[in-house]
């Protein structure tokens, strides 16, 4: 006999109104109401679709202000940096700043 993932029902007893919020919090997530509940209960963040949106949104970011002070850092290296990239520059760590801190705050709250 094959060994299957999820071998193991529960009978689950709720009210009208609990298992109405159940069915559309599962359909507002994507899920079916078995994956919706077994996220619940796992209680990762990286299986929240938004927290894993969030994380690739960052990364993006990060990757595209890494290549702007790259491109600074060459200008200042070939001396050719000048007073507004280094404002650039500041500006550009302060936006990184925000985008971390921001990812922070709400993964930190899940």
Do not use: F
């Not at 990286?46 to 894993?52: A, L, S, T």
């Not at 595209?64 to 200042?76: A, M």
């Not at 070939?78 to 985008?99: G, P, T, W």
Request: net charge positive; no cysteine; glycine share 2%.
């Amino acid at each position: 006999m094959e060994k299957r993932q999820h071998s193991i029902s529960k009978l689950l007893r709720m009210t009208p109104e609990e298992a109405k919020l159940l069915e559309e919090k599962a359909k507002q997530a994507g899920m079916t109401e078995s994956q919706y509940l077994r996220l619940m209960i796992s209680q990762k963040p990286n299986d929240y679709p938004e927290v894993r949106q969030l994380l690739r949104d960052l990364i993006n970011e990060v990757n595209r202000i890494g290549v702007n002070i790259n491109q600074i850092t060459h200008n200042h290296n070939a001396e050719l940096y000048s007073k507004d990239d280094k404002e650039r520059l500041i500006a550009y760590m302060r936006k990184l700043n925000v985008a971390v801190a921001k990812v922070v705050d709400i993964v930190g709250n899940q």
